[in-house]
């Protein structure tokens, strides 16, 4: 958009906010275009059921997120619409897989290695008989 002309039907400090407008809903575009390309029963036959939930709800957040938008452009404010909570609700369960997946890459604990590690990190006293034998022996020479 920079090697064009700029239109006068809006003011120009807005110009580089529009283009930038412009070149964001080219991206979601293209990107929808590749999601629909591909059927949804194909997609979620390749995933596991943890990615499958995480495509679901992308999708309904993503959804909801253009609604909230289309919401603004109409000059409805969208803070007081129920889609407010709808979005709220699907980031709760973003949240919910998040610690699932969290989970799942924590370190699993090998106890028989982390007792062992304690066991051979804590000091241990010598038997005291042990000692006067050893110090006996040193200093009658």
């Known amino acids: 958009m920079s090697g064009e002309e700029i239109n006068e039907d809006y003011p120009v400090e807005i110009h580089e906010y529009l283009s930038a407008f412009e ?3 080219g991206a979601v575009d293209e990107m929808l275009k590749t999601m629909m390309s591909v059927s949804r029963n194909e997609l979620l036959q390749k ?3 943890l990615e499958q939930a995480k495509v679901d709800l992308v999708s309904a957040y993503t959804l ?3 609604f909230w938008v289309y919401l603004a452009t109409q000059g409805v404010n969208p803070k007081e619409h ?3 909570q709808e979005l709220e609700r699907i980031r709760v369960y973003m949240n919910r897989v998040k610690e699932i997946t969290d989970k799942k890459k924590a370190g699993k604990l090998d106890r028989g290695a982390a007792s062992r590690f304690v ?3 804590l000091w241990e006293p010598k038997p005291r008989n042990a000692s006067k034998v050893a110090n006996k022996g040193k200093s009658k020479s």
């Open 64 to 66: 909801n997120s253009m």
């Open 82 to 84: 129920p889609v407010k």
């Open 119 to 121: 066991k051979n990190a």
């Open 23 to 25: 070149n964001s809903i």
């Open 47 to 49: 995933l596991d059921p």
